[in-house]
């Protein structure tokens, strides 16, 4: 009887910590572009850094990526994937550039909570790099608004 009851307390305590490592791999090792904080530093600028790897929000109307009008692919600064179209880009009077729909597979969604309500956050799907958010306030058929910062992403102009 005292084994049984050691044993069960094994089994359950092995399954309590196998879930608290699934949830973790599940959220730190689902982005395939995997690096150390000491080497995102050193790659990024000093702005990017602190938007893409510590969430934090550039000044509105600071990006030159506001007003671009021009046919091409918005991309993660970090590890250059695809996140958005030009063709999805509006004016959204906020400042920072705004989208009303990503690229398939461009992005993740998280959520965050630093101004005391939830926020979707948005990231990059390859490297997890901090982008913005998205809003449900869009003025097209989408209902969305991603609200990006300029400095976490570069602009590639189409071949013409
Ligand atoms: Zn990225």
Same mark, same amino acid.
């Given at each position: 009887?005292?084994?049984?009851?050691?044993?069960?307390?094994?089994?359950?305590?092995?399954?309590?910590?196998?879930?608290?490592?699934?949830?973790?791999?599940?959220?730190?090792?689902?982005?395939?572009?995997?690096?150390?904080?000491?080497?995102?530093?050193?790659?990024?600028?000093?702005?990017? *850094?602190?938007?893409?790897? #510590?969430? %934090?929000?550039? =000044?509105?109307?600071?990006?030159?990526? /506001?007003?671009?009008?021009?046919? &091409?692919?918005?991309?993660?600064?970090?590890?250059?994937?695809?996140?958005?179209?030009?063709?999805?880009?509006?004016?959204?009077?906020?400042?920072?550039?705004?989208?009303?729909?990503?690229?398939?597979?461009?992005?993740? *969604?998280?959520?965050?909570? #630093?101004? %005391?309500?939830? =926020?979707?956050?948005?990231?990059?799907? /390859?490297?997890?790099?901090?982008? &913005?958010?998205?809003?449900?306030?869009?003025?097209?058929?989408?209902?969305?608004?991603?609200?990006?910062?300029?400095?976490?992403?570069?602009?590639?102009?189409?071949?013409?």
């Amino acid at each position: 009887m005292k084994n049984t009851l050691y044993l069960l307390l094994i089994a359950c305590f092995s399954l309590v910590s196998c879930q608290g490592n699934a949830q973790k791999k599940t959220k730190k090792e689902q982005f395939k572009v995997q690096k150390t904080d000491a080497e995102w530093e050193k790659e990024l600028t000093a702005e990017e *850094y602190y938007i893409l790897r #510590k969430a %934090g929000t550039e =000044r509105p109307y600071s990006s030159k990526l /506001n007003k671009i009008k021009e046919p &091409g692919t918005f991309v993660c600064a970090a590890c250059e994937h695809p996140l958005y179209k030009t063709k999805y880009k509006f004016d959204s009077g906020t400042g920072w550039p705004s989208f009303d729909r990503p690229i398939e597979d461009g992005i993740f *969604y998280s959520t965050d909570n #630093k101004l %005391g309500y939830t =926020r979707d956050e948005v990231l990059c799907a /390859n490297c997890g790099g901090h982008l &913005g958010h998205v809003f449900n306030d869009g003025p097209t058929e989408t209902g969305k608004r991603y609200c990006m910062n300029g400095d976490a992403m570069h602009f590639i102009a189409a071949k013409q």
